[in-house]
């Protein structure tokens, strides 16, 4: 198994920036795809961005591609997503999460182990 925690979360502006980390511990951080999610109130829990394990590529779904970043060191066993550009309807629970695949992959059933989530609030 492997356990995910995330940091990184928090208030900010319209604009703002913010930049999540989820460290890794428990098994080999580099066997993993590792991807974030989050969920708004009321809302499913959607795929936000994932990473191959070697960190190699990267895919995001269309309403944060440009603005968030997402990137890993395996030699810190931990996983980022820099967002920027910051909008309200980004406010949500974030997630990150590790599957066993071998390719990258959006659906949530497609992944493991799941960290316990950091708070993302965007004001207006």
């Known amino acids: 198994q492997v356990q995910l925690v995330e940091s990184g979360g928090g208030l900010v502006q319209a604009g703002g920036s913010l930049r999540l980390s989820c460290a890794a511990s428990?098994?080999?951080?580099?066997?993993?795809?590792m991807g974030w999610f989050r969920q708004a109130p009321g809302k499913e829990r959607e795929f936000v961005a994932g990473?191959?394990?070697?960190?190699?590529?990267?895919i995001y779904t269309d309403s944060v591609q440009g603005r968030y970043t997402i990137s890993r060191d395996n030699a810190k066993n931990t996983v980022y997503l820099q967002m920027n550009s910051l909008k309200p309807e980004d406010t949500a629970v974030y997630y990150c999460?590790?599957?066993?695949?071998?390719?990258?992959?959006?659906?949530?059933?497609?992944?493991?182990?799941w960290g316990q989530g950091t708070q993302v609030t965007v004001s207006s």
């Open positions: 999460a590790a599957s066993v695949l071998i390719r990258t992959a959006t659906e949530r059933i497609d992944y493991s182990y």
């Open positions: 428990g098994r080999t951080f580099s066997n993993y795809v």
């Open positions: 990473i191959t394990r070697s960190g190699g590529n990267a």
